[in-house]
Structure formats: C-alpha cells, structure tokens
C-alpha cells in the first residue's frame, strides 16, 4: 500500500488524507494524554533507580533486581494483555491504567513524607507501575488503528512517538532534579500529577470504537486460544518475526546496559543527580528529530535501510562510554552527545517499526501483535536488569559497560540478515488486503520484500496493473 504524500487531499478511502490527521480532535485527545502518560511514566523510571542509588545507597545487584521488578510485568501480563485488548475498549483501558498509577505514585509519595519508603516499597511500586503501563502502551498502540486511517499510520505514529521524545527529554531531566534537590516523595507526586493529566485528556475521546462480540462468561480456554492465535500469527508472519527476534536481542542488552550505565555516572564518573538526568535526557532531542524524519526517510531510502542504519547508529554509540573519564565538562559533553544519537537511532527504528508492524497486522489482531511483539522483546529485560548489576558486581563497571553496550549490536545484525533489511520505500500490507498501485489497481503478490518498487509486484506472478 503506498504511503500518500502530504500534498493528497483524499486518500482511497474517500476520507480526508493524511493532512487532516490534527484536525481529528480524538486523535489530539489521545496525542495530549499520551505526551502526560510517558511524561510521568519517563520521570517515575529515573526517580525509583536514583532513589535507590543515592538515598538507600542500593548495591549493584539491589538496583538490577529494582530494575527487574519494574520490568517483569512485560514478561508475565504482555500476553493476556493483548487478549484483553482485543476485547475491550482501549479508551477505558488507558483511563484505568491511568488512575491506577497516579494512585500509586501518590501513595508512595505519602509514605515517603512520612519516611516509610525503603527499598521494599519502591519494589512494591515498581512492579505496580510497570504492570499498568504495559495495559497503556498495548492500548495506545492498537488505539491509533482505530482512530485514525491506515494511510495516516506513519505520521500517527510518528506524532505520538515525537510526544514520547518530549517526554524523554522533560521527564529523566525532571526526575533527576527533584531527586537530587528536593526529594523523592515530591517527584513521585509529579510523575502522579502527568497521569491525571492523561486520565483527562483520554477520556474525552468520543469515537465509537467496533468491538468483536464477547461472551458473557468468556472460558478461560479461549483467552487461550486467542493468545496462541496472536503467537501464530506472529511467529508465521516474517518482518513480525524478525521484529521479535531483533527486539529480543536489543531489550535484553539494553536492560543490562542501563543497569550498569545509572551507576557508571554516578560512581565512576561523579556525576551530581541533576546530570544524570540531563544525560539521560540527552535521548530525548535526537528522539524529536528522528521522530520528526520518521515520516519522510523511509519513503525515500526504504524502510529496512532506515531500520538497519538507524539501529547500527544508535546503539553504536553506547560502545563510547567506556571510554569516558572524569566529570569534565568534556566528559559531560560526549555523554550528551553519545545519548542524543542513540535517540535518534532509536527512534527511527521505533517508529519505522511500529508502522512496519500495524501495517502487516489485520485491525482484530492489533492488540494480540503488539503484546506478543512486547512479550518476546520486552520480556527479558528483567534477565538483562539482573545480569547487568551481576557482572557489575564481578566484573567492574567499566568493564561491564563495554560488554553490555556490544550486546546491543546484535539487533541491527539480525535485521540487516533478514528479508527486513530489504523492505522498500512502500509499507507492506496485512496479508488478504491488496495493495493498490499508482493506477489505483490490486497488487496481490504479498512478497513485499522482494523489491523497492511496485515495478517488483509487475514481475511477481498475480502481481497485475
């Protein structure tokens, strides 16, 4: 299915092109609760760690372990969450999650005012925290598909993924702050305030969203089945396979990486709370330029060579920070820029292949796609927290940080020796859907990897003009 250029005024459909896509008032309510909700979801994700670190001094192997609890809901709900997505309204699902967090977070940081936060707590709100934001994320993503058209996919989600930029900027620079000069019962309450923001916004989306029917009393055998359905559907679909693979290998990595990187900076370089956080912020501005080029790179040099370049680029980076000694201004400088290259790889790769995914993946399976994609990626990050504070504990930070950082470069090799790497300038189609080439006919050929063109389509046998 081509992607329209900006200057199209109808798209097949008959519905306004991509150009309207802000002039949908339920898309900008979604856009605004989503720029709240990874605001706060960004902030928490600094302040628990560095609480850790610098208040309850936590040893290496107490923060892999923090770091674990917060990320082990990717392993234990993605997959039910998926169901349970595919079923039910993802408005209601994302008000709920909303509420729940900002309850949480506001509890916590009643108990902190009243000294009773220690290291059990913030393993209690972790694992609460990370378990309603895998209900967000799963809900937004499948969210868009029913808001907006699928020609509208790539600048959808490149908005919300640009909202996601802002948030990585504001939210580990203000987390840090408050951290380090005020203290962690109010920067739990802010990341608490950014929730009840998008509970607002969210709510507010009026669009009717089709749901398939439900049984009354659903048998536990057939959220099962729906489970293995999304499972199939993925492991027989090759980019999505490929997607999982290469997630797997980053999420993991990464996981370890970012253990060992939050007490590099401040143990080994002696960095201040405040720099931390504008380190880690640093991702957030190459993050806004990647998401912002999103929407035009792919359509000009292909989809799997932005994929592939950008993850190389971006991961690449992280291989400098060993390097690095001192808190010098020289030092800071590098951190900056070592983390606003790593976002805009990442970015790119995120919003690249978040399109790549909704695209091959027909609206009733959005959901179950989403989480199993999250469940096989995301859910060894509780292993990779683990084994980053284990080798830091053994082996060094330094050392630690290098071997780490070099696992990360698994997943740009994984693409690059897939049919991924070679998915053209054109998004690929869900399979049964036809693609329609520039007369505006079917193209049926479905190997969407072989070629950069639909001149490919032309000499694939069922391909038509």
């Excluded at 108990?111 to 309603?132: I, M, N, Q, S, T």
Aim: proline share 5%.
């Amino acid at each position: 299915m081509p992607v329209p250029s900006v200057s199209s005024s109808v798209s097949d459909s008959g519905r306004p092109a991509p150009s309207s896509l802000w002039r949908n008032a339920d898309f900008r309510r979604l856009w605004l609760g989503q720029t709240a909700s990874q605001l706060g979801e960004h902030a928490s994700l600094v302040v628990l760690p560095l609480f850790a670190v610098l208040t309850l001094h936590a040893s290496a192997a107490q923060l892999g372990a923090l770091r674990a609890v917060g990320q082990a809901p990717i392993l234990l709900l993605s997959l039910f969450v998926g169901a349970w997505v595919d079923r039910w309204r993802t408005r209601t699902t994302m008000v709920l999650t909303d509420v729940g967090r900002a309850v949480a977070l506001g509890a916590a940081a009643l108990a902190g005012l009243f000294g009773r936060l220690d290291l059990h707590g913030l393993l209690a709100l972790a694992f609460a925290v990370g378990a309603l934001s895998v209900f967000f994320d799963v809900a937004y993503q499948a969210s868009l598909v029913r808001l907006v058209e699928r020609d509208q996919l790539v600048r959808g989600n490149s908005a919300l993924e640009g909202s996601r930029s802002a948030a990585q900027i504001g939210g580990p620079a203000l987390g840090g702050t408050l951290v380090s000069l005020l203290s962690a019962p109010l920067a739990a309450a802010s990341s608490a305030m950014f929730f009840a923001l998008s509970f607002l916004s969210i709510r507010r989306i009026r669009r009717s969203e089709s749901l398939p029917a439900r049984p009354e009393h659903p048998h536990p055998s057939r959220v099962w089945r729906q489970i293995q359905e999304g499972l199939r559907f993925v492991a027989g679909n090759t980019a999505l396979r490929t997607v999982c693979l290469a997630s797997a290998a980053f999420q993991f990595s990464f996981a370890a990486t970012m253990t060992v990187y939050l007490l590099f900076l401040p143990r080994e370089l002696h960095l201040s709370g405040t720099v931390v956080g504008l380190a880690l912020a640093a991702a957030g501005p190459g993050a806004l330029l990647g998401s912002l080029l999103a929407a035009r790179l792919p359509s000009r040099f292909g989809h799997g060579a932005v994929l592939v370049g950008a993850a190389a680029v971006g991961d690449g980076a992280f291989l400098c920070v060993p390097a690095l000694h001192g808190s010098s201004a020289a030092t800071v400088a590098a951190l900056l820029a070592v983390g606003f290259v790593f976002g805009f790889g990442g970015q790119l790769v995120n919003v690249t292949v978040m399109a790549v995914r909704q695209a091959v993946t027909p609206d009733g399976m959005q959901g179950r796609a989403a989480a199993t994609i999250t469940f096989v990626g995301g859910g060894l990050t509780p292993l990779g927290s683990l084994l980053g504070g284990f080798l830091a504990q053994e082996w060094g930070l330094r050392t630690s940080l290098l071997v780490t950082a070099a696992g990360m470069m698994l997943s740009p090799v994984i693409m690059a020796l897939s049919p991924l790497a070679l998915l053209g300038r054109e998004l690929p189609v869900a399979h049964g859907t036809p693609a329609f080439n520039s007369k505006g006919h079917s193209c049926r050929c479905g190997a969407w990897w072989r070629g950069r063109s639909r001149s490919a389509c032309r000499r694939r046998p069922g391909g038509s003009e």
